[in-house]
Every structure is written in C-alpha cells, then in structure tokens.
T-cell receptor, first 111, second 112 residues
Framework: EDQVTQSPEALRLQEGESSSLNCSYTVSGLRGLFWYRQDPGKGPEFLFT?????EEKEKERLKATLTKKESFLHITAPKPEDSATYLC???WGSGTYKYIFGTGTRLKVLA | DADVTQTPRNRITKTGKRIMLECSQT?????MYWYRQDPGLGLRLIYYSFDVKDINKGEISDGYSVSRQAQAKFSLSLESAIPNQTALYFC???????????FGPGTRLLVL
C-alpha cells in the first residue's frame, strides 16, 4: 500500500536542542518529496522539495535530506518560533495524479 | 494581498443545507486543489483540477462537488451537509511542472 508515515507524532525540545523529524514512504516511482510547515489555524507553507536520493536542502535552521526510503528534517538549535506542525508529502508514479500528505509532526520548542 | 484566498473563513451550517466554499488565486497557476484536514488524519484530497476543462476526483469526493469557473477560481460545494463534514478545508494551487503547492488560509466549517 502506498503510504507516507511521519514520526514522531509530537516532539518537545528545549531551545537550542537539535533534533530530526522523519518521513518514511512506501511508494513506487517517487517524483518528489515536499516539506511544509503549518502554524495553527493556517494553511501549510512550503519549505523544501527534494527529487532524488542524496539530495539536501537548507534554510536557516532547517535541513532536509532524502534517501530511497525516507526523508529527514533536521532542526539545528531550534527557537520557540520554530514551533509548528511539519508535514511531508510525496508525489509519485505517472499518469494518474498521486500526491499524498503525511499526518505531520507537532513540534514545540520551549524557551 | 494574499495569493490564494478562501471565502468564507468560518461557516456554521445545519445538516441538509447546501453550501459553497470559494477559492481564488492570483498566482497564475493552472492546477487547483481542495483538501480537508481532520485531527489525526492529515490533509486528504477531495477534488483537483489541472485546467478549466479538467476536473478529477480525489481520495474522498463523495458528498462534494466542484466547479472551475476560470483559471483563477475553484469552488467546492457540499450538496447536503452532514456533521462528519465538519473540518478545516484548504484550497491550494501549483505550477504544472514543480508541483509545490501553495495553500489558502482555510475555511473552518461546522455542520450542526
């Protein structure tokens, strides 16, 4: 079954405590993996796109990496303003549109 | 001004009523999407449209219909609302090639 699974569901960090969020996928023919940030009551906001295994993208304290089975979102020295839900999504296959979101990781960074 | 707008932002309705949620975009994208978000279930695709003449069902289209009035406008209708359609609804757009999706602010719908 085509699936996208994110872990952990929730994560509490102290300010400055680095960690990683995981997005694993079981789809055939990955075309792209996306990371989004969602603040409460708002729409998801695009962070990164990764297209092939070994690819990495960075933005401020965030770094996304991709392997053949999973992606990691590394958060270095997080700040309270990094608190949000982080969603990953994958697009795969050809022909019929296939785009699926994971259920997200709720991150809380404590001052 | 926001690139993707949704109206209304909040709506309370009663079981059996027909309601319409509207989405407009100024990004010039051809592709538009409607999702619903429920706690613990994530974002689920209801309908999507790749251009004005193209409408496709998503994962959970039963009980919903859509209309693509123009490149910039995509409406979602609940023909006869029921309580389990209570959710947060998002419209999104994307470019044909890149597929990155840009989301509106959402509509919070409560069906009593």
């Amino acid at each position: 079954e085509d699936q996208v699974t994110q872990s952990p569901e929730a994560l509490r960090l102290q300010e400055g405590e680095s960690s990683s969020l995981n997005c694993s996928y079981t789809v055939s023919g990955l075309r792209g993996l996306f990371w989004y940030r969602q603040d409460p009551g708002k729409g998801p906001e695009f962070l990164f796109t990764l297209y092939s295994a070994g690819e990495e993208k960075e933005k401020e304290r965030l770094k996304a990496t991709l392997t053949k089975k999973e992606s990691f979102l590394h958060i270095t020295a997080p700040k309270p303003e990094d608190s949000a839900t982080y969603l990953c999504a994958v697009i795969w296959g050809s022909g019929t549109y296939k785009y699926i979101f994971g259920t997200g990781t709720r991150l809380k960074v404590l001052a | 001004d926001a690139d993707v707008t949704q109206t209304p932002r909040n709506r309370i309705t009663k079981t059996g009523k027909r309601i319409m949620l509207e989405c407009s975009q100024t990004k010039g994208h051809d592709r538009m999407y409607w999702y619903r978000q429920d706690p613990g279930l994530g974002l689920r695709l209801i309908y999507y449209s790749f251009d004005v003449k193209d409408i496709n069902k998503g994962e959970i289209s039963d009980g919903y219909s859509v209309s693509r009035q123009a490149q910039a406008k995509f409406s979602l209708s609940l023909e006869s609302a029921i309580p389990n359609q209570t959710a947060l609804y998002f419209c999104a757009t994307s470019e044909t090639v890149q597929e990155t999706q840009y989301f509106g602010p959402g509509t919070r719908l409560l069906v009593l």
